[in-house]
């Protein structure tokens, strides 16, 4: 038990199957916080609604995935008991809530939020125009937030500029219309596993659409292959040439996933990562060797991954189960939020 007041809450679109670069990047340290226990209420969220924002036109897409990555997030260890793992779109009172919070924002803070600068840069497909419901989302993002009252939002770096919308929200808020909203804090993980993972390609971003992901639910074949056609450094032709390790999506991998233990088990010619480096950067050392070094890292990794998840597909009513059982637990939290805020704005004629 704790005595611990934190409400934390996690968020993740589902445009995609999760890769490893979503692993490292927010998974594991999710898992973490969720069994280190220090909270009142962990939650969960499946954020459908927000992944239409730059995909209304696919409501497959975003159908199909909020299974997929349910499925993910179980077999990485969200835990159900622990975590109430729940679908946005199925909680009104957050689309309401969003509603009455854009009366907070102005349309040039919106325009400075950096996250959403860069998204619309890269999106070939709003140069027809911007959605205001892409533009809008992170209003949306402060009603997540704001709805369970979490005080900890565990987060990438690339969303620290929501988090930081959400407290200008909450205050403004709450100086208007009196102390309603808990204001809430980013928590970075802090393992230098964090760092965004490039591609297999090499390409800084590992990203579906870009066909450089080791998703979590690649097949041992899959891997194999897909490590076999790795970027290297281009310039480490012959086995002597000295190489380079830090712009290599190879080595980058191995830093990260690497442990003793595997080098003990599959390459005990080196102790450690920083010894293996110093090889390849030196000359002398062949990419096949790593790769296949880097291969049985992964299968190590990812196998107890996949098989949990293998165990979860098997039964997808039951995961529909956990999350309709979610949702309900999470809705009644959002109404009880959403009703103060109503009272707050003296909006609670029949009351
Ligand atoms: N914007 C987040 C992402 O793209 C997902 C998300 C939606 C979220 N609502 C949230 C994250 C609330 C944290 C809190 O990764």
Do not use: W
């Not at 916080?33 to 409501?59: C, E, H, S």
């Not at 600068?117 to 989302?137: A, D, L, M």
């Not at 209003?139 to 987060?155: G, L, R, W, Y």
């Not at 080791?214 to 790795?230: F, H, P, R």
């Amino acid at each position: 038990m704790t005595d611990s007041k934190n409400i934390v809450l996690t968020g993740i679109r589902p445009t995609g199957a999760l890769h490893i670069g979503h692993l490292v990047g927010s998974l594991q340290s999710n898992v973490e916080i969720q069994n280190q226990g220090d909270y009142v209420r962990m939650y969960g969220m499946i954020a459908d609604a927000q992944g239409l924002t730059d995909n209304f036109d696919n409501p497959e897409k975003v159908h199909e995935n909020v299974m997929e990555v349910a499925l993910d997030m179980l077999a990485v260890g969200y835990d159900p008991s622990k975590t109430v793992m729940f679908i946005q779109s199925e909680i009104p009172e957050l689309t309401e809530l969003t509603f009455y919070y854009m009366n907070l924002v102005t349309v040039a803070r919106l325009q400075r939020n950096p996250t959403v600068k860069t998204e619309i840069s890269q999106k070939e497909k709003f140069n027809g125009g911007i959605p205001v419901g892409f533009f809008t989302y992170p209003i949306s993002q402060a009603a997540d937030i704001t709805a369970f009252n979490a005080n900890i939002i565990p987060v990438g770096e690339d969303q620290l500029p929501m988090i930081e919308q959400t407290v200008e929200i909450v205050h403004k808020f709450n100086s208007i219309y009196g102390d309603t909203l808990v204001s809430p804090r980013a928590v970075v993980p802090q393992l230098q596993a964090a760092a965004r993972l490039p591609g297999t390609d090499g390409n800084a971003k590992m990203g579906k659409s870009l066909n450089n992901c080791i998703y979590l639910k690649d097949s041992a074949d899959e891997i194999a292959a897909k490590v076999k056609t790795m970027f290297t450094d281009p310039k480490h032709l012959r086995v002597e040439d000295p190489g380079n390790t830090t712009e290599n999506p190879v080595f980058i991998y191995l830093s990260i996933f690497a442990k003793p233990e595997h080098f003990a088990a599959f390459l005990p010619e080196y102790k450690n990562y920083s010894e293996l480096a110093a090889h390849y950067e030196r000359g002398g050392l062949g990419d096949v060797k790593v790769k296949k070094f880097l291969n049985s890292v992964l299968q190590e990794t990812l196998r107890p991954i996949r098989e949990r998840r293998e165990l979860f597909a098997q039964d997808t009513s039951a995961v529909m189960e956990v999350l309709r059982q979610g949702t309900e637990t999470a809705r009644a939290a959002a109404a009880e939020t959403l009703s103060r805020v109503k009272r707050a704005m003296k909006l609670n004629y029949f009351d």
